[in-house]
């Protein structure tokens, strides 16, 4: 290849026209994935193409897998993988590259096999390959591509012999299809998906297109296959047996993403039999909203790039369906396939389990911002012809998919006159879905109004239809097809933008950024992120994302958002004997649920039984009365928690898996207070430099408590720092602050504590300080009382501002140190971590951990795990209980030793536990890329007073 290919404006030469994709069966599709020769040269010129020759030796050269990329195989020596977020890691010099552009070949000889037909002709298929390709098959040069994630097939039977068949493809890491494809990943090159060669027998279909309409008046579809070959249609369950090119009307159920009810068809042409799953659906934009089948929908959706932690974006059909079955586990309803069309066999999954999918077009010059869109592609009529080439690429492949109801003309590429020109093919091809584009405001060439990131408050204002911009915008359905960034520690603030889509129907709701972390699996890290492999430019841990971890372990945000999302409403009813459930699925009654209730005391479940609801329509509630409460509980706290579970196993989830849940509260919790005394009750007792009070030894001279009964203390202060999360070190959209920085700034990870007091009284050990931090005038003045029964100890605990505080506090609370402790007990929220604007799926119960166990495991380490609204715990031989209930934390490292550390292999774990007890913490937000904690979840410095109440438990 020459570089004037790798570097002119084209999308390729020799493919196929571009159709519908379908899985052929074994005897007619030879998987040529599997074991590849490879040789990689540092540069595009660096060998000539006598490799692609019969008769070439490459038995010297390495083996690599295809699929796969030639970075993440061979332990290094082929090169490393490299990430940015959207600047180009090359020259911006369209649509040239540069000279050191790593350079793939990969061979592989094959046989065709015994069975293999005589008759007709063949197809070598590509699905993708990064970030282009140049083909040759038995020495005959057959074609080039560009268009990483996009299928192209050439015509090969009369180059095909019967047996040592040579396959020679070349890649190039870079070419002007690169500035096309900034879209926020790792740069992977490489033949990443599959390689087939398909059997193409004369007759046999070309491309066809099926549709499928449903008319929610009549109940009734209507089926049109319109096809390049003359053939016959059959749907043996209703009946139909069509020639291709007629309509035929009858009575059908309606594919949907919560009902996704398929029929098994056939295409029968002269040459072969076509497999068909039919979906009945229409899609339009009616009312202002976003119909299908008549009725507005509400988008549950996440962002989803493709990502394995071995093999990038090379996946397999089992991950495919883990990453489906997930999504359906955690109440999600949508997919957005950025920023490009997935491998196709992820939308027969799609198809089958119920996804609403927005397919986006393998398109983003998000890079091009740096010079203020100067030379953008898509808006230079050179590169038209290769943005329509990649339009057509998707929109051909996958418009049979019922899943699909919008298409994305692409991410962040700007605007411009390339954009409108796909937008204007898309809808005359077809006209059965909607368009979607988020980067023009203007909305000319979509049929919806899109945003990334907008806050609570703008969202409000476009939900009332006051947010001006364009006639055509502000008439139009308002999705956010980014929101709430899943970056480390969060996303927060997700149940008050749920509130706002539940609340205005022009808000049908959003598409969370994103899917999963992409931690690269490394030896020595752990996972590895951005700057690991020694980019000299990258974005750090900034592609590490998502709802799961890289492993696809849930993060606490997808636990938080299926809580969040739940399509079933059960809240008190407001008589104290009933419990309102809603309906709050689009289309399906709720007869596949079963309801279950259990009553708790002091958070322990103490009866349980059945709760027979009706199967309401989707946005029907009914009130359903509540058993009496079984009797003897009445000096603790108490509540009902009432659970939607799927009544039988479905094809996603088995029978009784947790749908939905909701807490009723009966009797308030009694505050914890000392015991009368039994016996008489000395007060603070000094000598030997030793203060005792009730079961605790303080510090005579610091009143620092040592010793609580037998379990040594120590280092028990106020705290306000924490290793501040990625949402903490963003940069808010709608302010420019950054609260990581302005902590950093005003010293708050190193606070100082001055000793003003310490004051043994005639019932109370009194200590007073003065914490603040360096080169600052303001402080907190805090004082500790200590008071005890004689076998448990209380400390109250004072805080009160000192001069003007600029900036809200990380937490509130006291830290110390426990000598040992592993099993961890509490009455409070849990089992996960849970934040002020992150605790919605956060259950009030009793629940049981290891100390290790409640860290989160955070790519790049940062402020996690903390448990809230605590009645009590027990740790280390120590019972705690708060007044009022408290967020705690514990772990085997310091808060400075996590803020140091880079990655989870930093942590070292020591044999002390260090405990904190916050009375408040600040909110998470979504800053790494979006709005702060909106204001009611600021930790603000102002007065406070909290307790505790310890004892040595026996």
Not at 248 to 261: D, K, N, R, Y
Request: aromatic share 10%; with cysteine.
């Amino acid at each position: 290849m020459t570089n004037h290919y790798v570097e002119d404006y084209s999308p390729g030469r020799g493919a196929l026209t571009p159709r519908a994709w379908y899985p052929l069966s074994d005897a007619k599709a030879l998987s040529l994935n599997g074991s590849w020769r490879l040789r990689v040269s540092p540069t595009a010129d660096a060998e000539d193409d006598s490799f692609a020759e019969p008769g070439f030796d490459a038995g010297d050269w390495a083996r690599v897998v295809v699929p796969g990329h030639w970075v993440l195989q061979g332990d290094g020596c082929f090169g490393r993988p490299a990430y940015t977020n959207h600047r180009y890691p090359f020259p911006v010099d369209p649509p040239r590259v540069p000279t050191e552009n790593p350079t793939g070949d990969h061979l592989r000889v094959f046989d065709l096999p015994e069975d293999w037909p005589a008759d007709g002709g063949a197809v070598l298929r590509f699905d993708g390959v990064e970030s282009c390709a140049r083909v040759w098959l038995n020495g005959t040069d057959i074609g080039e591509f560009k268009g990483s994630r996009l299928p192209h097939e050439f015509a090969v039977g009369h180059l095909l012999e019967r047996s040592g068949n040579v396959l020679a493809v070349r890649v190039h890491q870079w070419s002007a299809g690169s500035y096309l494809e900034d879209q926020d990943q790792w740069w992977l090159p490489g033949i990443f998906r599959d390689v087939t060669l398909l059997h193409r027998p004369a007759g046999s279909a070309g491309d066809f297109f099926v549709h499928a309409s449903y008319d929610h008046h009549t109940g009734r579809g209507t089926l049109l296959v319109d096809s390049d070959i003359e053939g016959r249609v059959t749907v043996p369950a209703l009946g139909i047996d069509i020639a291709t090119g007629e309509t035929v009307t009858v009575p059908v159920c309606p594919w949907s993403a919560e009902v996704p009810t398929l029929y098994e068809g056939e295409l029968t042409t002269e040459g072969e039999r076509v497999p068909l799953r039919i979906g009945f659906r229409t899609v339009e934009s009616a009312d202002g909203l976003i119909k299908v089948n008549g009725r507005a929908v509400l988008f549950k959706g996440v962002n989803r790039h493709e990502w394995h932690r071995e093999t990038g974006r090379a996946l397999d059909l089992e991950t495919m369906r883990q990453d489906v079955l997930l999504m359906k586990r955690h109440n999600l309803n949508a997919v957005r396939t950025s920023h490009y069309p997935p491998h196709p066999a992820f939308l027969d999954l799609c198809d089958e389990y119920g996804l609403w999918v927005i397919d986006e077009c393998d398109l983003e010059t998000h890079g091009f911002v740096e010079q203020a869109w100067r030379d953008n592609p898509a808006d230079d009529d050179r590169w038209t012809p290769a943005l329509l080439d990649r339009a057509a690429r998707m929109v051909e492949r996958d418009k049979n998919h019922p899943s699909v109801i919008i298409w994305s003309l692409g991410n962040e590429a700007g605007t411009g006159r390339g954009l409108t020109a796909m937008a204007e093919w898309i809808h005359a091809r077809d006209t059965s879905r909607l368009v979607h584009y988020e980067g023009d405001g203007s909305c000319r060439d979509t049929d919806m109004y899109s945003r990334m990131y907008a806050g609570h408050a703008e969202v409000e204002q476009i939900g009332k239809e006051l947010d001006g911009g364009t006639r055509k915008r502000r008439e139009l359905p308002f999705i956010l097809c980014e929101y709430a960034h899943a970056m480390g520690n969060g996303p927060g603030g997700l149940a008050d933008y749920q509130r706002l889509f539940e609340a205005y129907d022009r808000l049908q709701g959003g598409f969370v950024w994103e899917w999963i972390d992409h931690g690269i699996a490394h030896p020595g890290l752990g996972y590895a992120y951005g700057g690991d492999f020694g980019e000299e430019l990258h974005d750090g841990n900034f592609v590490c994302d998502g709802l799961l971890f890289p492993d696809r372990r849930p993060s606490p945000g997808l636990v938080e958002y299926k809580k969040v999302i739940e399509p079933v409403r059960i809240v008190p009813d407001g008589t104290g004997g009933s419990v309102r459930v809603t309906n709050g699925y689009d289309f399906a009654d709720l007869s596949a649920l079963a309801f279950e209730w259990s009553y708790q005391a002091d958070g322990e479940t103490v009866a349980s039984g059945s709760l027979s609801v009706p199967a309401l329509a989707p946005g029907e509630s009914a009130d359903v009365k509540l058993p009496q409460p079984p009797a003897g509980h009445e000096a603790v706290e108490t509540q009902w928690t009432v659970r939607a579970v799927l009544a039988a196993d479905t094809a996603w989830a088995p029978e009784g898996h947790e749908i939905a849940w909701g807490q009723i509260p009966v009797a308030a919790r009694p505050l914890p207070v000392l015991r009368p005394a039994v016996r008489p009750v000395l007060g603070p007792v000094a000598g030997d430099g030793v203060i005792t009070l009730g079961p605790a030894a303080f510090d005579a001279r610091t009143g620092a408590p040592k010793a609580i009964g037998a379990i040594e203390v120590s280092d028990l202060r106020l705290d306000v720092w924490r290793a501040p999360t990625d949402n903490d070190e963003g940069t808010d959209w709608l302010t420019g602050s950054c609260d990581a920085k302005l902590w950093r700034d005003l010293g708050l990870h190193r606070m100082r504590h001055r000793l003003d007091a310490v004051e043994p009284g005639e019932n109370a050990l009194t200590v007073r300080t003065r914490v603040a931090p360096a080169a600052s005038e303001f402080g907190l003045t805090t004082v500790y009382r200590w008071t005890s029964d004689g076998d448990r100890l209380r400390l109250a605990v004072s805080v009160s501002p000192d001069g003007e505080w600029p900036a809200p506090l990380p937490r509130l609370g006291v830290r110390l140190a426990l000598a040992c402790a592993d099993t961890v007990r509490w009455f409070g929220a849990g089992p996960g971590e849970a934040y002020p604007d992150t605790k919605s799926a956060a259950r009030l119960a009793r629940h049981e951990s290891t100390v290790d166990g409640l860290q989160t495991p955070y790519l790049r380490p940062q402020e996690n795990g903390a448990r809230a609204d605590v009645r009590w715990a027990e740790i280390g031989g120590l019972r705690i209980e708060g007044d009022p209930a408290f967020h705690l934390t514990a772990r085997r490292w310091t808060t400075e030793q996590l803020d140091a550390a880079t990655h989870l292999t930093d942590l070292t774990p020591g044999d002390t536990v260090w405990v904190n007890l916050d009375h408040a913490l600040h909110g998470i937000g979504t800053a790494s890329c979006g709005p702060s904690p909106l204001p009611q979840y600021q930790l603000r410095a102002q007065r406070a007073e909290f307790s505790f109440v310890f004892s040595q438990l026996h």
